[in-house]
């Protein structure tokens, strides 16, 4: 590929609609993976943790040819606050003794991911697992054009800008979006994205990307899991009604999302019942009031771990991430659902 | 179906997602279109036979050895079966063909039914997609939010309600920033609101997951499109010298003209010096010129070689002679490969 430093335009019936130019228009033409060589969107503002990156900009090993277990997902996965052995991806990746990549960035959304996880089997090849750890469904990936569009819950991607710094592709968060009769019935140009985007076209994007990397981990060979951390992503899929009842979703993994308690933001320890009962009656015992309840699993990484057992150290306000503790669950989720092989190490590199 | 999946947006608010829409939005079959009448009523001149999942052509069947899709050029308006690119391409290369293309879609559509075909009937050993405009949208409405005033709307995607379902839409009429309302009102328009960008950026991204889905699959993939706009983008304007374009098949599009108005005739020149010619010498009046190639097979199709009956003012669509030629070009590519 040549650099993108020369401009495309598209010509139309009315003129010239649009210029791509630069990175911008490598990301959207290109099927190449978008590269964080400079990615300190993080860890400049964590102190605690050391956010060793490879030479494509991503948290982990170098990424090489047919790794074993490939894991993508957004900051919960790219592992916030948490050392980077005990992100759930590296959690899985020891445990059965498999080389691992992972594709993750904070901030991403599923358009995003599946986008690059398309791009990185170009490149580097099918891996044999591949595991997600999906954000919720209302983030997408857009490109801004700042004489239509522009918005506050934005994550630039500089690594997709075009030449005159103008435009660019973002990873977008709208679950905080206005209800639909509290949105302004008239909007200015540019236009919030948060007053004029529906719900519905980012619960189709999302839920239409999956479906996609779903029948290309189905035609390739591929075992793909899958889960989210997103509370009302996991309630849409398995509530009585939700989809999992309606659909086909067979690399769908629950997480245990209700065995998890989260305390109030930005510092607060997870907090974990073993059982439905036990969670009930420390909910009676405690109202609303602070629990001191602790699970006795896994005291090992607490050991290892002190404080970052039960907390990641958390840089983004009103947005908490998951310690350690969380992590070796969500783990312990997908290796259930492995398939046999893979969890005997022996069987898994035959 | 009449259940209603409730996505927890607000305390006390969810979208409502039923009917047609939810199977649509959330499931991973084929939307079929038993009862697909969009256009046939209006062009009376041509036998539209359907299959059962609602497709012009043979029946869907596992593995089979050719798939074609696009918008309505594949489809093939205006023209007999016979005369599709599709099904020219399939008898001359002696395989079993199906096609996958419906009036008014978009590259969005397509890849999701693409994707969707592969996993009821397994992949076709080659697959070849005339896209439309990458221009075209396939969205999702919200009748509250954003709408759009000229989509297909597409009735099996419908909720219980008749509220919501899925669109392909054209923004290929979008207007420069500078022209576009300064204010929109709720519901906005799709056209006021969306920027063109981020529908290029969905549809190549939906290409990209094509190629590398046949490239991983060991389907033989090719593409073109009839769009000038897009061709032009990708042959003119150099994206194919800085990109991996290896799977895009030229369509020849600067040896052809077109006569204006609904009922145009396709004019075919065999090399740039004779179309030069001809409008040299026909510039500003008719022009009669036709090569005389494939001329053999002008009687058996009549007029639709020429031209093809168009039910959609101001866009008409090919003749079978054009549909002769652009199998040809795909042919070549797939023979060359």
Partial sequence: MKQGTESSSLPSNTGNLSIFSGKYRDAIFDNKMIRYAVNNRTHEADAIQTYSLNSDGYRGPEFSKNVDLLFAGCSFTYGMGVPEEAIWGSQIAAKLGLSYNNLSIGGASIPWIVKQLFAYFNEYGNPKVLICLFPQLERTFLPIDPDFLKTGVRHLERSTMDLDENKSIFNIDLSNLKKNSDRPEYSKRPHNVEDVISKDVLVYLSIQNIRLLEQYCKSSGIEFLWGTWSSSFCHFMEEDDGLLNNYEFDGYVKLQQKMWKPRRLNSYPDIYWETEEAKLKCKSEHGRGPCECKSSCHQDLLEIYGDNFSMATDTLRGHPHYGVHRHAHFAESFIDAMSANWKNPDNAKQ | MQNNSLYPIHPGESLSFSGNYRDAIFGDTLLKHPNHDRFSY????????????????????????????????????????????????????????????????????????????????????????????????????????????????????????????????????????????????????????????????????????????????????????????????????????????????????????????????????????????????????????????????????????????????????????????????????????
């Fill in chain 2, 42 to 337: 209006l062009d009376t001149a041509q036998d539209y036979n359907l299959n059962s999942s609602g497709y012009r052509g043979p029946e869907f069947s596992k593995n089979i050895d050719l798939l074609v899709s696009g918008c309505s050029f594949t489809y093939g308006i205006g023209i007999p079966e016979n005369g599709t690119w599709g099904s020219i391409l399939s008898r001359s290369m002696g395989v079993s063909y199906n096609n996958l293309s419906l009036s008014g879609a978009s590259i969005g559509w397509m890849t999701r039914q693409l994707f969707a075909y592969f996993k009821e009937y397994g992949n076709p050993k080659m697959l070849i997609c005339l896209f439309p405009n990458p221009t075209k949208l396939f969205f999702a409405s919200d009748p509250d939010i954003l709408v759009s005033d000229d989509g297909y709307v597409e009735t099996s995607t419908q909720d219980a309600d008749g509220r919501k379902s899925l669109y392909s839409t054209t923004l290929h009429e979008v207007r420069q920033p500078k022209d576009r309302p300064e204010y929109s009102r709720r519901p906005h328009n799709l056209k006021d609101i969306i920027s063109l960008d981020f529908v290029i950026q969905t549809c190549m991204q939906n290409i990209r997951m094509l190629e590398q889905y046949c490239r991983a699959t060991g389907i033989k993939f090719l593409w073109g499109t009839w769009s000038k706009d897009f061709s032009h983008m990708i042959e003119n304007q150099g994206l194919i010298d800085l990109y991996d374009f290896s799977s895009y098949v030229p369509m020849d599009d600067e040896l052809w003209s077109r006569r204006d108005g609904p009922l145009s005739i396709d004019l075919f020149y065999k090399n740039q010096s004779s179309r030069e010619s001809c409008l040299s010498n026909h510039i500003g009046k008719k022009c009669d010129c036709h090569e005389s190639c494939h001329a053999d097979l002008a009687a058996g199709y009549g007029e639709s070689f020429y031209r093809g009956t168009d039910v959609f003012e101001n866009h008409p669509h090919f003749g079978v002679h054009r549909h002769i030629h652009m199998a040809e070009s795909f042919m070549s590519r797939m023979q060359s490969n």
